[in-house]
């Protein structure tokens, strides 16, 4: 079976930038561990994914902060993150999940057996909206989610997800 690691938006501004944090701040080292188990062909990543006219979207009218910004300094993927991360396999999202994700995982699971193991930020937007569109798109496909390895807006927030997911059949481990 191919084990396949997906690494949800580890972005500067997500980590110590305008929506970072101290519990994302010291998952990165967990991160990077996590990914260096895997071969980096099976090592994929979403990138949050926004233009200047952010706070103009129903996401920042909602959310009324910038970030992601593209081609802004927290836009980018951790450095020392993504240079594990092969370039064809960063998917740039302009929502919570990506679809385009979504899809290429199908398509490897049609093509040989995999199990999805899941890591980032943050734990109770694009982590847990990455899982259950990838759960809907493939039911039978085990998928798991490393808690040391994410962080949520909150911990609460965080620990809430978590429980969701687990509601959902997607293992937290």
Same mark, same amino acid.
């Given at each position: 079976?191919r084990?396949?690691?997906?690494v949800?938006?580890?972005?500067n501004d997500?980590?110590d930038?305008?929506?970072?944090s101290?519990e994302a701040?010291n998952?990165?080292?967990?991160?990077?561990?996590k990914?260096?188990?895997?071969?980096s062909?099976?090592?994929?990543?979403?990138?949050?994914?926004?233009?200047?006219?952010?706070?103009?979207?129903s996401e920042?009218?909602?959310l009324?902060?910038?970030?992601?910004?593209?081609?802004?300094?927290g836009w980018d993927i951790?450095?020392?993150?993504?240079s594990?991360i092969?370039?064809?396999n960063?998917?740039?999202?302009g929502t919570?999940?990506?679809?385009?994700l979504?899809?290429?995982v199908a398509?490897?699971?049609?093509?040989e057996?995999?199990?999805?193991?899941? %890591?980032?930020?943050c734990?109770d937007?694009c %982590?847990?909206?990455?899982?259950?569109?990838?759960?809907?798109y493939?039911p039978?496909?085990?998928?798991s989610?490393?808690?040391?390895?994410?962080?949520? %807006?909150?911990?609460?927030?965080?620990e809430a997800?978590l429980?969701?997911?687990?509601s959902?059949?997607i293992?937290?481990?």
């Amino acid at each position: 079976m191919r084990k396949i690691l997906l690494v949800i938006d580890m972005q500067n501004d997500f980590i110590d930038g305008s929506l970072g944090s101290a519990e994302a701040e010291n998952i990165v080292q967990n991160v990077i561990n996590k990914i260096k188990e895997y071969p980096s062909e099976n090592v994929f990543a979403t990138k949050d994914t926004h233009e200047a006219n952010y706070l103009s979207t129903s996401e920042g009218r909602h959310l009324p902060v910038e970030h992601c910004i593209r081609g802004s300094k927290g836009w980018d993927i951790r450095p020392e993150i993504s240079s594990l991360i092969p370039s064809e396999n960063v998917y740039e999202k302009g929502t919570f999940g990506s679809v385009k994700l979504a899809e290429k995982v199908a398509e490897m699971a049609h093509k040989e057996e995999i199990a999805i193991e899941m %890591v980032g930020l943050c734990t109770d937007i694009c %982590v847990v909206s990455n899982a259950l569109l990838i759960k809907a798109y493939l039911p039978e496909i085990p998928i798991s989610v490393d808690s040391s390895c994410c962080a949520g %807006v909150t911990p609460e927030k965080h620990e809430a997800a978590l429980e969701t997911m687990r509601s959902c059949q997607i293992s937290v481990i």
